[in-house]
């Protein structure tokens, strides 16, 4: 039985993917297996031999064979939405054809053998047969196998098929000629880590087929197709992550307790400050001798302190489990929030920003750990691993907790989540970001949220919502600063120059500081501030002349270098607590015509339209998130070259940051900001803009729009104009509506009782 969260979680996650168009319907999923089979099922392929059976199985270089449908189709007739394995060499195929020369290959990326036809054919022969017998052993299996069964089947693949069994293209054919008894999950390490996240202990072994049993009795709880249940999981999920116990208090040593730190700083952190700040370290094996070199300068090396300072500066990924112990203790479990920094003024230098989950304490139940006794270590048993999971389901980031034998009180966190927390690693690691993406997908929004919550972190260790009104001012008008470029801004305005000025009713000319110096020199003045500079619409001012000698030092490695300004003929140094955050909208002009050099010294993070941002909402029958889902597809599809930096972004949609939710209000936006910005973007081409928006709001023969329909009297006209070009979106909806109401009614029945893309190899 399922945690009653989890299943409400993933039953709420099934229908608005329904309802969004993400999930095809149980008929259509059907239809989607039946084209599978007409084509490769037992049937097919037994109808062929020689060559007609080795091109049918395994020709690369045609889309109506096989192994490319299994790997690359996506369209209408087979979408991509049965467990992807993409990636690697045509080796994991067990033969191919080169593209080179035409020669027909086996063996590994590392011992590539030619062979000849006969043998080929040979090969494919062997292959259809262990398919077959694969799908016998998979006939015989019962509906509602258990552990055993699946362990026994694992046993019989291994023996009988091992050729097909053990790859990961054998197990996708099995899953879609069987989808009711296999799951679509193609390599073992997501299957358990799918398991895990649902506080199930995998079973033990080795081998893609013994979990399947597990999701089959999911699916069967949740009544709900495997299909649906593995892009929910993968949804809610995400990618795989890994699970580490982090030391923070050492027993019978009161001078080294850090658990306190860690907490109240939302971080998890180690010693050895001395080793100095290891930002550049890469996980490779560069990386580890550079490391290993520091620690024998200064530290007497050992093995297993090196790995574990190396697993945690560039092991350690964002989005991984960390549980904080006392030994086998557990005192608080969070996820790692972003990057490695380094805090020079504290015995626990090198740090992980870490959002808290829980505090609750709880023990291992398996000690994995003693026998090192590790700072820094892998969490590898699954029991453990689930242990930490069940301590955490449905828990929201903490903002305060308990010392241990004290009163409650406020934490301090200094790492931001989601996109701010994006933002911050890259201004952490560069200095400088720029934010990008098409029109009306928060740039500037997220620009000026982060810099406020940085500077209001830095200044006072507290969110810019708990400030008080005063302490918001002063953040927003002295460590905040925001400006826009555009096409007559230039490097007076930016660094310095001279400006017309009345000097006792003559007129002349005055040096003046620009915005970017006058920060530099505050900042200056404050080392332990950081200073934040919003650059909105960079991409729209001439860079290389705003910026000048600028570029030289802007880079993070150069902060603090002094040029000389040619008009003041002073030194001048970016100091390193000043951050810029710029904000371009690729619809005026792609990141690849930014000037070189700036692309250089800046990070870049996309920001796409975000249709989770609109929920569930709806107006008049209108789905807001599938409806401009739907409008964009159509756009990407139609409009041609860079159609993709063209799209409309979420917060047009948007009032006072939630969704619109008046109809009058809606056509208001799509009449005078989405459909002017369609024309633009479709110049005089209404046969585009018609295929874009329908035929019921554009007259292509009169090239124009039929702005009557948006009078209040003609409501439900409009609303079928807006549905007319994606009614599916419609149907999804209401189907989803409908389930949704049934599967109230059964809850009710029972007294409350909840019972009830995939990825790559």
Excluded at 453 to 472: F, I, K, P, T, W
């Amino acid at each position: 039985m399922l945690d009653k969260r989890i299943a409400q979680e993933i039953k709420e996650t099934q229908q608005r993917l329904l309802a969004e168009g993400e999930l095809p319907t149980p008929a259509k999923l059907q239809q989607y297996y039946d084209n599978f089979r007409e084509r490769f099922g037992p049937d097919q392929l037994a109808s062929l031999d020689g060559e007609a059976l080795l091109e049918r199985m395994h020709g690369h270089g045609s889309p109506d064979n096989m192994v490319y449908w299994l790997e690359f189709k996506n369209d209408e007739e087979f979408p991509a939405i049965f467990g992807s394995i993409a990636g690697g060499s045509a080796h994991k195929f067990g033969i191919f054809r080169s593209a080179q020369t035409g020669e027909w290959m086996t063996g590994s990326p590392q011992n590539s053998q030619v062979i000849g036809i006969d043998e080929a054919i040979e090969i494919a022969r062997q292959h259809r047969d262990q398919l077959f017998r694969g799908l016998e052993l998979l006939q015989e299996l019962p509906a509602d196998g258990t552990d055993d069964d699946y362990r026994a089947l694992q046993a019989s693949m291994d023996t009988e098929a091992p050729d097909v069994s053990r790859l990961a293209w054998g197990h996708k054919y099995f899953s879609l000629l069987f989808p009711d008894k296999l799951d679509d999950y193609h390599a073992e390490k997501h299957q358990r880590f799918h398991l895990i996240k649902v506080l199930q202990v995998p079973p033990e072994g080795e081998g893609r087929y013994l979990c399947a049993g597990r999701f089959v009795a999911i699916g069967h709880e949740l009544q709900m197709p495997l299909n649906h249940l593995t892009s929910v999981l993968n949804r809610l999920d995400g990618n795989p992550h890994k699970y580490w116990r982090i030391l923070a208090n050492y027993r019978q040593r009161p001078d080294r307790q850090y658990w306190d730190v860690m907490r109240n700083e939302s971080c998890v952190a180690i010693e050895w400050a001395d080793l100095g700040d290891l930002s550049d370290i890469q996980y490779n094996q560069a990386g580890k001798n550079q490391l290993r070199a520091l620690m024998k300068e200064h530290y007497n090396l050992r093995g297993q302190w090196l790995q574990e300072v190396f697993h945690f500066v560039a092991g350690i990924s964002e989005g991984d489990i960390v549980c904080a112990c006392e030994k086998n203790l557990v005192l608080g479990v969070g996820v790692v929030a972003g990057s490695y920094y380094y805090e020079p003024s504290s015995p626990v230098a090198h740090r992980l920003p870490v959002q808290w989950l829980s505090f609750e304490p709880w023990d291992f139940p398996y000690d994995e750990f003693s026998r090192y006794a590790p700072v820094v270590r892998e969490a590898k048993q699954h029991v453990n691993q689930v242990e930490a999971e069940r301590h955490i389901v449905g828990a929201v980031p903490l903002t305060s907790g308990p010392r241990r034998g004290e009163r409650l009180e406020q934490l301090r966190p200094t790492a931001l989540p989601g996109i701010p927390g994006r933002i911050q690693a890259i201004l952490n690691r560069k200095g400088q970001v720029i934010l990008y993406g098409p029109p009306g997908t928060g740039k500037t929004y997220w620009a000026e949220q982060t810099a406020r919550e940085l500077a209001a972190l830095n200044v006072s260790g507290d969110l810019y919502a708990a400030l008080s009104a005063d302490r918001q001012q002063r953040i927003t008008t002295d460590y905040v600063k925001l400006c826009s470029f555009h096409p007559s801004y230039g490097y007076e305005d930016f660094l310095e120059g001279y400006r017309p000025a009345l000097d006792n009713g003559q007129m002349t000319f005055v040096r003046r500081d620009g915005i970017f110096k006058r920060l530099c020199d505050a900042a200056q003045t404050e080392p332990d501030r950081n200073f934040y500079l919003i650059i909105d619409e960079i991409n729209r001012g001439d860079i290389p002349r705003i910026f000048g000698e600028l570029l030289t030092v802007l880079e993070k490695d150069k902060r603090g270098k002094a040029i000389l300004l040619p008009v003041s003929e002073r030194p001048f140094e970016v100091p390193k607590n000043v951050y810029i955050i710029g904000t371009m909208n690729t619809a005026d002009r792609s990141i690849a015509l930014l000037d070189t050099a700036l692309r250089r010294r800046f990070g870049f993070l996309e920001l796409m339209p975000d249709y989770d941002v609109l929920e569930n909402a709806a107006v008049e029958g209108i789905p807001l998130a599938p409806w401009l889902k739907a409008l964009n597809q159509r756009i990407v599809e139609h409009v041609g070259r860079d159609a993709r930096n063209l799209q409309i972004g979420h917060a047009y949609l948007l009032h006072d940051g939630k969704p619109v939710a008046s109809f009058a209000r809606f056509a208001r936006m799509v009449q005078e900001d989405i459909i002017p910005l369609l024309e633009e973007y479709c110049y005089e081409d209404y046969d585009t803009l018609e295929r874009i928006l329908g035929r019921g709001l554009v007259d292509v023969r009169t090239q124009t729009i039929n702005h009557d329909l948006f009078s209040p009297a003609r409501q439900d006209e409009l609303v079928q104009a807006l549905l007319a070009p994606s009614p599916e979106i419609t149907t999804s909806l209401q189907a989803a509506v409908s389930d949704q109401a049934l599967e109230e009614d059964d809850i009710e029945d029972e007294d409350g009782d909840i019972t009830g893309e995939n990825e790559d190899a």
